[in-house]
């Protein structure tokens, strides 16, 4: 074993091991040590600085000026020495320093005639590199220099704190992410497991009780249908709460009829009620009957506060009401209420049933069951709209839930032109895509009851085929199948059959995103399982009573670019003409960048676009490039990223021409 030519520091395993914790070694540069190096050769008026590390052989420079090399052997280096000590060493002139005056970098190679250097040193006491200041002349350092410089090397060190946290840092997110993706995915695949045969259970229970029974079978079935909407509501509150964990729950945003949603949340919630309690809907004359926000999430809260008003009510009211607060150019206001004379809460209680996986008492989930996670969910489904729910309550004596929402008034809303009723029993002829036996035969019945007639494909393959050999009128499509998925299927339908079939979705996923992703993929319906036949129906109405052929066309709102360009038409053709012209190339440039994974570039495009969307009051597509935006920042591109500038594409094509005709 060779004895080095060097010498060593009394700790030099630990201070190893100490270097090696920092990552530093062999890392590209930095502009901050590069900062770092030139404030030094400033300050003390030299050609060459530097700040290195040195490990078992060698000195590594991090940051250099005026030496051009990456590392020297660590027997050559002044610093071998410089590590040695706690404090700055100074030589002033090598030539008259026994040591060095024969150091070949004195003789020859850098020609040192002065050095001055400062140990790096750890919190916990090591010596891990150097900061230097050379010179070809001799010379000697002020106090003011020597200050700056211990200034400096702890500046350096700062920095590297700092660094290896945020690799730590980094490093950990990276873990939770990764952590993130595997919670959802186990989640999403958890839904599709448990909502596959529950479907069947509640599919098949409905069936039956539209049967023949007796009174005892009767209470039964009404009993199996309440723990199957209980577990139901389990499942999807979970699912919800994963969604909100990790920023992915949304705020859609359609034109919806406000009446008819309250109306259906009523007749949903009224066949739970007590037979001791009246249950009421009072709406507001003034109330609008169209707006345009999230109908979906507002049914989600609503049933979930009467609900529980029901389940904490035996005998009084339970009363739902709704009011119109203000009014704007293009805004309402609406305060939603949902009263009972239940059980009250305890007012120390009022903040804590708003915290996940808590309840007023601790006997209320053993009495009346529940997650604990609806009013959590309810409280942050408000919030994601800029608002919050409040509650007023008395033990004993009931409570009140309340908030305001504020909906976006709606200029136009489309209706259907026909009803089911118009089709003749058994007129229409519907293809099922569907690989699992038991939603097979639940389908078939369902569908028969409304008398149609349905063929049945285990696979997309085969749907394909009997598509080719028959005719159909719509087609029922399971998401998940072997050989072609419902994905697939539907893409091959649209652009190599170029059908334009109506084909309703049919899923036990819950994906954030799945069921804009169906509708981009070219369906024209969403139905999650478990279903109700009512929904199925509804949704098959829904269908079924269009043109399926005519594409919807967008409304474009230019009622900011009047507000910016009063009684200047050419301004306003002008912004209209720059939309045309740079949008869709935008867009393109935007993809390429999602390819590339080039996050500054998808930062920078996003960022732009979004500005031009929101002057033509494009908030949908603009909440996309939000999205998107946030995706690049975080380094954390997703395939729904890739099916938004699918979208994003399709959109604005659709824009420009109907921009081009406004002309």
Not at 147 to 151: E, P, V, Y
Not at 367 to 376: C, P, R
């Given at each position: 074993m060779n004895t080095p030519q060097y010498p060593i520091p009394n700790n030099e395993l630990e201070r190893l091991a100490a270097l090696k914790r920092y990552n530093i070694l062999d890392t590209l540069p930095e502009n901050a040590f590069d900062d770092a190096t030139k404030l030094v050769s400033y300050i003390c008026a030299v050609p060459i600085a530097h700040i290195s590390f040195i490990d078992g052989n060698r000195q590594w420079f991090k940051s250099e000026i005026g030496i051009g090399v990456t590392e020297v052997p660590r027997e050559i280096s002044f610093c071998q020495y410089t590590i040695l000590e706690s404090e700055m060493v100074e030589i002033g002139d090598t030539h008259l320093n026994e040591r060095f005056k024969n150091d070949p970098n004195v003789t020859g190679g850098f020609k040192i005639r002065f050095y001055a250097g400062i140990p790096l040193t750890t919190p916990d006491g090591y010596n891990i590199g150097t900061i230097c200041a050379i010179d070809h002349v001799s010379k000697e350092l002020n106090e003011n220099q020597k200050?700056?410089?211990?200034?400096i090397a702890?500046?350096?060190?700062?920095?590297?704190?700092?660094?290896?946290k945020n690799i730590e840092l980094a490093a950990q997110k990276k873990i939770a992410q990764r952590a993130v993706l595997a919670k959802d995915s186990f989640l999403a695949n958890m839904s599709h497991e448990i909502r596959t045969p529950l479907n069947a259970i509640i599919g098949f229970t409905d069936l039956l009780a539209q049967t023949n029974l007796n009174a005892d079978q009767r209470d039964y079935i009404d009993s199996v249908q309440i723990a199957q909407e209980n577990l139901l509501l389990i499942v999807n509150d979970i699912l919800d709460l994963s969604k909100i964990e990790s920023g992915n729950?949304?705020?859609?945003?359609?034109?919806?009829n406000l009446k008819n949603t309250l109306k259906h949340v009523y007749d949903l919630l009224k066949v739970k009620v007590p037979q001791n309690v009246e249950f009421n809907l009072f709406l507001d004359?003034?109330?609008?009957e169209n707006v345009i926000g999230d109908q979906g999430r507002l049914n989600q809260i609503l049933v979930n506060l009467a609900g529980n008003a029901i389940k904490f009510t035996e005998d009084g009211e339970i009363t739902i009401s709704v009011k119109k607060t203000a009014e704007t150019e293009d805004h309402y206001s609406l305060r939603f209420s949902v009263k009972d004379t239940g059980i009250g809460i305890r007012e120390d209680k009022l903040t804590a049933i708003f915290e996940r996986f808590t309840q007023a008492e601790e006997s209320t989930t053993r009495?009346?069951?529940?997650?604990?996670?609806?009013?959590?969910i309810v409280k942050q489904l408000i919030e994601l709209q800029n608002s919050e729910i409040q509650v007023k309550s008395k033990e004993g004596r009931g409570s009140e839930f309340f908030f305001t929402l504020t909906y976006k008034k709606a200029q136009y809303i489309e209706?259907?032109?026909?009803?089911?009723?118009?089709?003749?029993?058994g007129s229409l002829k519907i293809l099922l895509c569907e690989d699992n036996a038991l939603n097979q035969k639940l389908v078939k019945n369902v569908i028969h009851n409304f008398g149609f007639e349905l063929d049945i494909a285990e696979n997309g393959k085969i749907g394909i085929d009997f598509l080719l050999q028959n005719k159909y009128d719509l087609i029922l499509m399971d998401l998940q199948m072997p050989v072609k998925d419902g994905y697939q299927t539907t893409n091959y339908i649209r652009n190599e059959l170029h059908s334009n079939i109506p084909i309703i979705a049919m899923t036990a996923h819950s994906l954030v995103g799945e069921q804009e992703r169906c509708y981009k993929e070219g369906m024209n319906g969403y139905v999650p399982k478990p279903f109700k036949q009512e929904i199925l129906l509804e949704a098959i109405k829904t269908v079924m009573s269009k043109d399926i052929t005519l594409i919807k066309k967008r409304k474009i709102d230019l009622s900011f670019l009047d507000q910016v360009s009063p009684g200047d038409p050419k301004f306003k053709q002008d912004m209209i003409d720059l939309f045309i012209e740079k949008i869709p190339g935008e867009v393109m440039q935007l993809n390429e960048a999602v390819s590339n994974n080039d996050y500054d570039a998808i930062m920078r495009l996003s960022h732009n676009m979004k500005s031009s969307l929101d002057i033509f009051m494009l908030n949908d597509l603009s909440n996309y490039l939000s999205i998107i935006e946030k995706e690049a920042k975080e380094e954390q591109l997703t395939r729904d990223t890739t099916d938004k500038i699918k979208t994003l594409h399709s959109e604005t094509i659709e824009i420009v021409k109907i921009l081009k005709e406004m002309r």
């Open positions: 200050n700056a410089l211990s200034i702890r500046h350096v060190m700062n920095l590297l704190e700092l660094r290896t729950l949304t705020i859609d945003t359609h034109p919806f004359a003034d109330m609008p009495k009346f069951g529940g997650t604990g996670l609806g009013l959590n209706t259907t032109a026909k009803t089911i009723s118009e089709y003749n029993p």
